[in-house]
């Protein structure tokens, strides 16, 4: 049985890390068509109340982001050159998302405009919205984790987008530690990092005794990669390609069941994480 590779310090360094990622100051600022504008503070605030003062109307474009945050600007075909012409003569503070309603039937399709202004074509619809709430992940950045703490609307879609870039990290790990085990405690960490972000964003208060619950969550990988391990035994010949695979898998795995997790509360106690991480050792 391999020795849990899972550094508890880099963990807790890990955990305020997250902490202060998601105390961070984030906010959206809703601006253009009323009609909209409403539609979408009753979306955006579906999980949870808005905070007064964030997701709000403003008089129009022109007085672009009264704050520092992510302003989302809804308008109709037949208004988005006056308000694209208003945007760009505006000093905006951050970025900027204009959503365009097209009308039922209208494919979401993001591009960028001049000024670096984000365009979304989408329809007054749930498959819309969703696209709308995962453009305000992509478009939010480094603020992202912030974001989701706030806006439970668009939480799944930063966890999801955490998820990706982790996953992605952890196949970058897997190709360039040739010696086998030697890229575990690298990726564990990864997954710890990514665990405990999601449970910042989820509202955890997290002290170190739950640092070592949350991050006991990545040993979960273990059994993903102890799979790999065999797979690369039995094919040798496909071991790099093996390796990416599992990695991605494991991450991405780990990434989904911290959602569902704390979707549900968190109800696990530390003592029944730990002993279920435990198992999972290979």
Not at 113 to 137: H, P
Not at 156 to 171: E, G, M, P
Request: charged share 20%; hydrophobic share 50%.
């Amino acid at each position: 049985m391999a020795k849990l590779s899972l550094n508890i310090a880099k963990s807790l360094k890990a955990l305020r890390e997250a902490s202060a990622s998601a105390g961070e100051y984030a906010s959206i600022v809703l601006a253009g068509d009323q009609a909209l504008v409403e539609r979408a503070r009753e979306r955006f605030a579906q999980g949870g109340t808005a905070p007064s003062g964030d997701v709000g109307s403003l008089s129009g474009p022109a007085g672009v982001a009264p704050a520092p945050g992510l302003l989302v600007v809804l308008t109709t075909p037949g208004e988005e050159s006056e308000v694209v012409a208003s945007l760009a003569a505006a000093a905006a503070k951050g970025p900027v998302i204009v959503a365009v309603d097209g009308g039922p039937g209208t494919r979401s399709k993001a591009g960028y405009l001049a000024g670096g202004i984000v365009r979304l074509s989408f329809s007054d619809n749930d498959a819309g919205w969703d696209r709308l709430f995962s453009l305000c992940a992509e478009t939010a950045g480094d603020k992202g984790i912030a974001l989701g703490r706030r806006y439970p609307a668009v939480r799944r879609a930063v966890a999801r987008r955490l998820i990706a870039r982790t996953s992605a990290q952890n196949v970058f790990i897997a190709l360039v530690f040739f010696v086998p085990g030697s890229d575990m405690p690298a990726m564990t960490l990864n997954q710890a990092k990514m665990v405990l972000s999601i449970a910042a964003m989820y509202g955890e208060s997290i002290d170190k005794e739950r640092a070592v619950e949350l991050a006991g969550l990545a040993v979960l990988g273990f059994g993903f990669r102890g799979l790999g391990r065999l797979l690369v035994r039995a094919l040798p010949g496909l071991a790099i390609v093996l390796r990416m695979v599992t990695a991605y898998s494991a991450t991405t795995a780990v990434g989904l069941g911290a959602i569902a997790y704390f979707e549900k509360g968190a109800p696990a106690s530390t003592s029944k994480v730990i002993a279920l991480a435990g198992s999972m050792r290979h």
